[in-house]
């Protein structure tokens, strides 16, 4: 293990040291974490992570490279990884590239040689919080004088939706869905064509009209990174086409759709991220286990008279992981039913979804 020459200052003047890999340069986060043993990648390349240093529970990081097929989206943007030990000469027929290489072609950071599990430990203890990542040289007073003073961005989603539409899938051919990026994961799209959907993927803050004029059987609303009350322009757009197209959310997606019918959300402690968080479906009372990455949740109190009511529970803490309005064909879940990773228990929520705007289509 190299010297450590990097060093991260939590807010409550906690220094833990590592060794850099990846970018080099000074960086101010929001520190989490995720307990998935697999699907770094993912992660690393899921734009829900802009603005965080993950923290990664499972000790050993790198050992399998990357791979070219399996990013979430073209440019990762997670602010930081974390971890206690990193392989920088993966073994893996399909890796192109180690990690640290792609880390730092796209200005990652990376510490190495952290106690993760008195740093996870802290983080269930007492929140996620601004951290520094700097040099080990740096003293603890400026650090701290630098995360006082540090404001926390709030245009994550603008800086990570795509910034013109554009089409997936044989124009004219099966259904056709408007995709809201709000900083999708590819694998959304993966599953939409794989059901013989062609999309239309559309930035964060297009109009409803807009929307409308492309003819679409139904709306998707995306994951992405933030607070769900930093885009009230997409929330007023969803608004707007609630009960006139069928529409499925995906956690950022299901936050906003929750907010567009009225309801509210709050910060959760230290959030949900990983693919082992177990979910009951309301209506067939089957537990799913799911792949999560959120830091805000619906507050169920705030859902009388919206029209909306609890289709799935975390066992784990109780939170909304779900809702639906039968009368609007709206429906939205907090967590990621096309995994990416984690596991597809889950994955027949786009059927639902496409059933519903076959239905519709019928209808009309």
């Known amino acids: 293990?190299?010297?450590?020459?990097?060093?991260?200052?939590?807010?409550?003047?906690?220094?833990?040291?590592?060794?850099?890999?990846?970018?080099?340069?000074?960086?101010?986060?929001?520190?989490?974490?995720?307990?998935?043993?697999?699907?770094?990648?993912?992660?690393?390349?899921?734009?829900?992570?802009?603005?965080?240093?993950?923290?990664?529970?499972?000790?050993?990081?790198?050992?399998?490279?990357?791979?070219?097929?399996?990013?979430?989206?073209?440019?990762?943007?997670?602010?930081?990884?974390?971890?206690?030990?990193?392989?920088?000469?993966?073994?893996?027929?399909?890796?192109?590239?180690?990690?640290?290489?792609?880390?730092?072609?796209?200005?990652?950071?990376?510490?190495?040689?952290?106690?993760?599990?008195?740093?996870?430990?802290?983080?269930?203890?007492?929140?996620?919080?601004?951290?520094?990542?700097?040099?080990?040289?740096?003293?603890?007073?400026?650090?701290?004088?630098?995360?006082?003073?540090?404001?926390?961005?709030?245009?994550?989603?603008?800086r990570v939706s795509c910034s013109a539409p554009y089409s997936e899938g044989d124009h004219g051919a099966g259904l056709h869905v408007v995709v809201i990026d709000c900083g999708m994961k590819r694998n959304i799209l993966r599953s939409l064509l794989k059901r013989g959907c062609r999309a239309t993927v559309v930035p964060w803050n297009t109009p409803a009209e807009e929307i409308l004029s492309l003819s679409p059987d139904g709306l998707l609303i995306s994951n992405g990174p933030g607070d769900p009350a930093d885009v009230p322009e997409t929330a007023k757009t969803v608004r707007a086409l609630i009960g006139r197209l069928p529409v499925f959310g995906i956690c950022l997606g299901h936050q906003i759709l929750s907010i567009a019918m009225g309801a509210e959300t709050y910060k959760l402690k230290f959030g949900h991220r990983g693919g082992n968080h177990p979910v009951r479906d309301l209506e067939t009372d089957r537990i799913e286990i799911t792949s999560q990455n959120h830091s805000f949740a619906v507050d169920e109190a705030s859902l009388a008279g919206t029209g909306l009511s609890v289709t799935h529970r975390n066992l784990l803490d109780g939170t909304v992981e779900g809702v639906s309005c039968a009368a609007a064909s709206a429906f939205s879940v907090q967590f990621h039913p096309e995994s990416a990773p984690g596991p597809e228990d889950s994955a027949s929520l786009f059927d639902r979804f496409t059933g519903m705007m076959e239905e519709k289509k019928t209808d009309a």
Not at 3 to 24: C, H, M, W
Not at 38 to 66: C, F, K
């Open 1 to 158: 293990m190299k010297r450590p020459d990097a060093k991260i200052i939590l807010e409550d003047g906690i220094e833990y040291y590592g060794s850099s890999f990846g970018a080099a340069g000074e960086r101010i986060l929001e520190i989490v974490f995720n307990t998935s043993m697999v699907g770094y990648q993912e992660i690393l390349s899921d734009p829900s992570y802009t603005d965080q240093a993950v923290v990664m529970t499972y000790p050993l990081i790198g050992n399998y490279g990357m791979a070219d097929d399996d990013y979430e989206s073209v440019s990762p943007s997670v602010g930081a990884l974390i971890v206690r030990e990193y392989n920088p000469e993966p073994s893996n027929f399909r890796s192109s590239a180690s990690l640290g290489d792609v880390m730092e072609r796209f200005g990652i950071a990376g510490i190495s040689g952290v106690d993760t599990r008195k740093l996870n430990r802290s983080i269930r203890d007492f929140g996620t919080r601004k951290v520094l990542l700097t040099s080990a040289g740096t003293p603890l007073h400026d650090g701290l004088a630098r995360l006082k003073a540090h404001k926390s961005p709030s245009d994550a989603v603008s």
